[in-house]
């Protein structure tokens, strides 16, 4: 065959490819739906970025101005709500139980006394640590609190004669908090920027899985040449899921007002290689898994383990070797790691180059499997076309 004949015959598959996608509901609702609508939800769902008025219950043993003036402050603060008095440790544990509050603030008799000593005096503070957005808000409240009003106590009682310097005797070495990359501290900028990158790799799990497993069971016939084949069905995801990728990574974020510092020419670089090795991936997969109902079962369960193996919500360096070996397999680890480096911080395609190798390979590793899986499929299915010709040329001999 001529160029001229193997575009045709590419430009020929990529039309019937996308035919079959939008003619597949369930196609349609992965390759379209799916990443228009699940971006959204996400981004909704964690829009407010942090936990705010988290109900807690304060057990008071003092009974004193001092503690009632810590839990005045604690009350005052956005992150926590006083909700609930209760008379002893055992009574405040039964509105956790209930999940009514998420915390107990505990004052012990002697609170005021030992301060009164000149001695430390202590605040318990029991947190549900089930809830990590909960017990941070909890814990961080209290701390700010103790330490401001241990500020004010170590003023008063240290004699200073202006405020300056009994800012300097509470304070001999004071600090500035400056956040840096997350500058709302939230966790939609902390955990979205992986999740809208991972939904792109699993929405073409779907997508290739469903519309391969549909061809199979109908028995469609192969195309001759399996890298024309291959083209043709790669550019017609790809057309459609550029399109998506950018929707997913630049226009949703900034929708919601989240950290976007990526620079839109090494976006382009970045992501090419990273979406034609999802497209591999998922023809890849595609094969191995051969029903419809197994590829949706498949992507559904490694959604959540491929999030933490890209190492954006548990450290990298503690995940085991393993594990690590097996994240290195999945395009989602690199693309994810680079584009929160992009998105976050303003990393250039420079700063993310393992990153972008990785991709690369992959992309190439990938594309020459499912060429191979491609070509074994196409085998047999030959294989099975003579079988069925000479079973037929056989019963047409009987016949006769």
Not at 21 to 38: N, T
Request: neutral net charge; glycine residues 6%.
């Amino acid at each position: 065959m001529s160029l001229k004949d193997h575009i045709k015959n590419i430009a020929d598959i990529w039309w019937q490819e996308t035919v079959a996608i939008f003619k597949d509901s369930g196609a349609v609702l992965f390759c379209i739906v799916l990443p228009l609508a699940y971006p959204i939800l996400y981004s909704w769902i964690y829009n407010n970025e942090v936990a705010r008025e988290v109900p807690v219950v304060v057990v008071d043993d003092s009974h004193s101005a001092l503690s009632r003036e810590f839990v005045q402050k604690v009350d005052a603060s956005p992150d926590v709500s006083v909700a609930f008095y209760a008379g002893s440790i055992h009574e405040a544990q039964s509105y956790i139980g209930h999940g009514d509050a998420y915390g107990i603030l505990y004052f012990p008799h002697n609170f005021a006394t030992t301060v009164g000593r000149h001695e430390q005096a202590h605040v318990s503070v029991y947190c549900d640590m089930s809830y990590m957005l909960t017990y941070k808000a909890i814990f961080q409240t209290a701390q700010s609190v103790s330490t401001l009003m241990g500020a004010k106590i170590q003023a008063v009682k240290g004699g200073a004669y202006t405020n300056r310097e009994a800012e300097i005797a509470a304070k001999p070495l004071d600090f500035d908090e400056v956040p840096i990359f997350n500058t709302t501290c939230g966790y939609g900028n902390f955990v979205l920027p992986g999740v809208l990158v991972l939904i792109i790799q699993q929405a073409l799990l779907l997508s290739v899985g469903l519309l391969s497993g549909t061809q199979r069971e109908k028995h469609y016939p192969m195309v001759k040449h399996v890298i024309d084949a291959y083209f043709g069905k790669g550019i017609a995801f790809l057309l459609i899921f550029a399109v998506m990728l950018a929707y997913c990574t630049l226009a949703v974020p900034r929708m919601f007002g989240f950290v976007m510092m990526v620079h839109f020419s090494d976006w382009m670089v970045f992501m090419t290689p990273y979406l034609i090795a999802c497209i591999a991936f998922a023809v890849v997969g595609s094969e191995i898994i051969p029903f419809r109902e197994a590829v949706m079962l498949t992507a559904v369960c490694t959604s959540v383990p491929f999030l933490f193996l890209s190492g954006i919500s548990w450290p990298q360096s503690a995940i085991p070797g393993f594990w690590q070996g097996i994240s290195y397999c999945l395009p989602s680890t690199f693309a994810i790691r680079g584009f929160v480096r992009m998105s976050s911080m303003g990393a250039r395609i420079g700063d993310v180059l393992p990153e972008f190798r990785a991709l690369i390979i992959l992309a190439i590793i990938y594309s020459l499997a499912a060429l191979g899986v491609m070509y074994r499929r196409h085998l047999i299915h030959k294989y099975f076309e003579n079988l069925a010709e000479k079973l037929k040329k056989r019963q047409e001999e009987n016949n006769i």
